[in-house]
């Protein structure tokens, strides 16, 4: 009993910890203002797209518009075998700028099995002009800024990548007002780790990088066996390679939206997806923390059914529910503030109790079940 209750203890200690200091640096990073630059690089906007014929279109119109000369700009839309009629509708922006390519045309069919997506971004960047390499995903919409504050923070910064916020739209219910502000902790989070020099967050939705420094790695020579990976795996290996230069871009303009899922089953096999790689990441303190923060949730949990063998456990249970509110609550009301979504903390309570049972699930099985993706089964 006492050693339970000890470590019951280490590991809410270490959680307050932690996330208190998420916060402090995710407030410490800086918002960089934006100004004209200069000799501004050429840029290849690299998109893999599979199955989109809902959002294609407009992301493309978002593109279209950007406040970036269009002789500097290369749009490049990577088919991964769509089935709908996603390559139709490409088709129709033949003439705007806009470069489709297949991914079938430039693969065997024994080529690979699971890492369609960084494979059509290899192929996006072979076929690529720009200096710089802008990505982002097929149903994702953008501000008309986005790519010259992008270009931007990354000539002050000095840095060989930058990763940028991913906001969640269509929150019209609590399920998916979870979702976005999970994902608004996932920003704050992000910023944080990159400040602590630990390279394992970071969302290809919003992922800027130089050529060169793709080129110098090998691209994703390494991490090419993952069905996910093109994002975070990335950055730790260009972070490796040129001493930590990468960075978060804190700027109002520099953000993608992208859609909530709909159902529990789209978010789980997302969420599944994403923890597919967790087992490949290079920095031993991200599975520490990873590893720290599953148990402690899962200490919440087990404590709870305790409570019905012994009464005493509801103080222990008590104790860290409100711990953990608290030091969320500071994190969660910071990056929703920042990026004016503060309608998402009227949810905060019952994002709390989706939250602890998203992550024993996803922990427990995130690396073990089987997860389907865009029509794909992937296997663990």
């Not at 918002?31 to 893999?48: E, F, G, Q, R, Y």
């Not at 960084?118 to 996006?124: F, L, M, T, W």
């Not at 148990?295 to 008590?318: A, C, E, Q």
Request: net charge neutral.
């Amino acid at each position: 009993m006492f050693w339970y209750l000890f470590t019951c203890l280490i590991l809410t200690i270490f959680y307050v910890v932690v996330m208190s200091v998420y916060n402090h640096l995710w407030l410490k990073t800086d918002s960089i203002a934006v100004s004209n630059i200069d000799n501004l690089p050429t840029v290849s906007i690299i998109i893999p797209v599979r199955n989109e014929e809902l959002h294609i279109s407009a992301l493309l119109n978002d593109l279209l518009l950007q406040e970036y000369p269009s002789y500097l700009l290369e749009i490049i839309v990577v088919d991964d075998y769509s089935d709908d009629s996603t390559v139709e509708l490409l088709n129709e922006f033949s003439d705007r700028n806009v470069k489709c390519i297949c991914l079938k045309d430039f693969l065997l069919s024994h080529d690979m099995a699971t890492a369609y997506k960084k494979r059509a971004i290899e192929v996006g960047i072979q076929q690529s002009k720009g200096a710089l390499i802008l990505t982002t995903d097929g149903d994702c919409r953008v501000g008309h800024k986005w790519v010259s504050s992008m270009v931007n923070i990354w000539s002050v910064s000095n840095v060989k990548l930058l990763t940028g916020a991913v906001i969640m739209t269509g929150t019209d219910s609590l399920f998916k007002k979870f979702q976005a502000l999970d994902f608004l902790g996932m920003m704050g989070i992000t910023a944080a780790m990159l400040k602590m020099k630990i390279f394992n967050m970071a969302n290809g939705a919003n992922l800027l990088y130089e050529r060169s420094a793709f080129d110098e790695v090998g691209g994703f020579k390494g991490i090419d066996h993952l069905a996910s990976g093109d994002d975070m795996l990335l950055v730790y290996k260009i972070a490796k390679r040129y001493h930590g230069a990468v960075a978060y871009a804190k700027h109002l303009d520099a953000v993608v939206y992208t859609s909530t899922m709909n159902t529990v089953g789209q978010f789980l096999s997302q969420r599944f997806r994403w923890t597919a790689k967790s087992k490949d990441y290079q920095d031993v303190r991200m599975t520490m923390i990873l590893g720290a923060v599953f148990f402690f949730v899962l200490s919440i949990v087990v404590n709870l059914f305790l409570v019905f063998l012994d009464i005493r456990f509801l103080y222990l249970f008590v104790f860290q529910m409100l711990l953990k509110i608290i030091v969320d609550y500071r994190l969660l009301k910071s990056t929703s503030s920042y990026y004016h979504k503060d309608e998402l903390m009227q949810s905060f309570f019952s994002s709390q109790v989706m939250h602890i049972l998203y992550i024993v699930f996803v922990g427990s099985l995130g690396n073990i079940l089987k997860f389907e993706w865009k029509g794909r089964r992937h296997v663990k």
